[in-house]
């Protein structure tokens, strides 16, 4: 797709949290982009004669700093009581009582601690934590398994750029924050990590590998996680 005229034009992609608004200028000799606030837009302007398709893949490999763009504007979610966190496809109200268990038990749209206030939440990141590992490692190795792969081990950390990575030895690490992500951002995210058990690079047979652990295209879900992330990122963080 490629465009001489001065109009602006407003495109998406996959990788892109944001819909671009891109538009020629005259005597512009580089690409620029920025966030528009106020519309929800990224805003890209470049050359008269620039090609539009490729403009978008060059906005689409500022995705880091359009994250943080994102993030910045994001208020901090502490976990404190009364606060509403997503939780595997659910809203859910963080509860908190002196006299309850000092384990977080989730039951019924409310994830509930006891113990000391000030160590309220310490538990509840602990909590989700061991959720997040326990649920991507049966999700890792039932995927894995299904496509006669191996897994060798499966950990979570609080990568602030990556969802998940695959070592060339089979060891696979996600964001334990995949838990407060839809369940279909966090399957595309398993079956993107799986594929790589196979495939280190994205090429043809990679993307085909991905597509049928996914189970379909996955690009819809890839954008949920673009859009979902900045929030995801803020979570937990603040007092």
């Known amino acids: 797709m490629s465009s001489t005229g001065r109009s602006s034009a407003l495109l998406h992609h ?31 302007t470049g050359p008269l004669r620039m090609n539009r398709k490729l403009a978008l893949d060059w906005a689409a490999r500022q995705r880091e700093w359009v994250e943080a ?3 910045a504007r994001l208020a901090d979610e502490p976990f404190m009581p009364g606060a509403l966190i997503p939780l595997m496809g ?7 009582a002196e006299g ?9 749209g409310r994830l509930s601690c ?35 792969l191996a897994v060798r081990s499966v950990a979570v950390g609080d990568a602030d750029t990556r969802w998940g990575s695959c070592s060339s030895s089979a060891r696979i690490r996600y964001s334990w924050r995949l838990i407060l992500a839809p369940p279909k951002a966090r399957r595309y995210v398993v079956a993107h990590e799986v594929a790589h058990l196979r495939h280190l690079d994205h090429g043809p047979q ?3 590998l991905e597509r049928e652990l996914f189970g379909g295209e996955p690009a819809q879900a890839r954008l949920l996680l673009r859009r979902s992330g900045p929030r995801l990122k803020r979570i937990g963080r603040g007092h």
């Open 114 to 148: 006891g113990g000391p206030r000030e160590g309220f939440a310490r538990r509840i990141e602990s909590f989700l934590k061991r959720l997040a590992l326990d649920t991507l490692s049966l999700e890792t190795r039932e995927i894995a398994a299904a496509a006669g």
């Open 100 to 108: 309850l268990p000092r384990t977080p038990r989730l039951d019924q």
């Open 206 to 208: 990679f993307k085909a």
């Open 69 to 71: 763009q994102l993030g």
């Open 14 to 44: 996959d990788d892109l949290p944001l819909p671009v608004e891109i538009r020629p200028i005259p005597g512009a000799r580089r690409l620029r982009l920025r966030l528009d606030e106020r519309r929800s837009v990224l805003k890209l």
């Open 90 to 96: 659910e809203e859910v109200v963080l509860d908190w």
